[in-house]
């Protein structure tokens, strides 16, 4: 383990006015955004659109790395170049997503463990050949009634650790993500407290496992309101328990804490973020940023549709919500 690269890798992840893409939708994920937009889920229609993202002129401005999927870090634009080669020319780190489908958690049918550490070691080998330079991991915990439990924390948690090992063991920065969903009716204060039993299970893993904590990064919630809830908590109060649930939980030693927008909307997404930055007033051990798959491609989505002559307009589109977003990060709105 080179940890002083897999530390200048976290570190340049977590830039200043900067924050990952996430392009990572898997087949089944991305098929169901394409239906949104009446557009079959092709390979060439999934290549256009991640090229229209990749070539986006000046996406290296408000974009530190981008995460792929396994088809995609295969795949070549038209040009001819591999797109890890095209962002890596651009000042792009390329990732990849190396978890697999989550499944039912035996005996807890309400609850998932995510998949995938079977042959993992010599995939990663494969990406790093590919050009990736980090990987990431989603771990999906559920809120209800009763939940979620310790024993699924538990074993998504493990299976984080053992990830991460692994990933820095072949050069490559984990990015280990348990995501507590906002999806129900919680309070923000029930998000909060499960956030923070989740965090604080997954750092004991983390340091059972002896992972290098400035060469990997986090990404996670906010605490907020379920988003069927019917009262919503304010930016302010999404601010002030998230950055009070992290001082609990996170160590200072993890250069950055990337936010994922959970099914919040573009223009939420960045308000909460703005929020949060501004809140923390930027003397946080960590850098607070972001890793958003539909909260920056969404609105560019609607409008490229498939047609070739919109891919202008949809460059824009994205450019312009990754701008606003970049702002936010620095609590700059």
């Given amino acids: 383990m080179n940890k002083t690269k897999l530390a200048q890798t976290a570190k340049k992840l977590a830039a200043r006015g900067k924050g990952i893409l996430a392009a990572d939708e898997s087949s089944g994920t991305i098929e169901k955004r394409f239906k949104d937009i009446n557009l079959p889920s092709t390979e060439t229609n999934r290549r256009n659109w991640r090229e229209l993202l990749f070539t986006a002129p000046g996406l290296e401005k408000f974009i530190s790395g981008v995460i792929l999927f396994d088809e995609t870090i295969r795949q070549k634009a038209s040009s001819g170049t ?22 039912s958690l035996a005996n807890f049918s309400e609850e998932e ?64 993500e348990p ?66 649930l992290f001082r609990k939980t996170v160590p200072g030693s993890v250069p950055g804490i990337m936010f994922l927008s959970g099914g919040l909307s573009p223009e ?3 308000v909460n973020l703005n929020a949060i930055n501004k809140f923390s007033g930027r003397r946080m051990p960590w850098e607070l940023s972001y890793s958003y798959g539909r909260a920056l491609q969404g609105e560019a989505l609607e409008i490229w549709g498939g047609r070739p002559k919109n891919v202008a307009a949809a460059q824009r589109a994205f450019l312009d919500r990754a701008e606003k977003v970049a702002s936010a990060r620095e609590g700059q709105l």
Wanted: charged share 25%.
């Fill in 113 to 176: 463990v995510t998949e995938g550490l079977d042959g993992l070691r010599d995939r990663l080998a494969e990406y790093a050949k590919l050009g990736a330079e980090f990987t990431k991991w989603r771990a999906v915990i559920t809120m209800g009634k009763g939940l979620p439990t310790d024993e699924a924390i538990g074993a998504n948690a493990h299976a984080l650790a053992r990830y991460a090992a692994l990933s820095q063991e072949a050069g490559l920065v984990p990015i280990v």
């Fill in 82 to 103: 591999a797109f890890a080669k095209l962002l890596k020319r651009k000042g792009v780190i390329p990732g990849i997503k190396v978890d697999q489908k989550s499944h």
């Fill in 268 to 270: 939420q997404a960045t």
């Fill in 179 to 244: 995501e507590v969903l906002m999806k129900g009716t919680h309070t923000i204060a029930a998000h909060e407290k499960a956030s923070r039993r989740t965090l604080m299970i997954v750092f004991d893993e983390l340091k059972k496992y002896r992972i290098y904590l400035p060469g990997m990064l986090l990404k996670t919630n906010m605490a907020a309101s379920g988003l069927e809830a019917k009262a919503q908590a304010s930016p302010r109060l999404v601010a002030q328990a998230t950055i009070r």
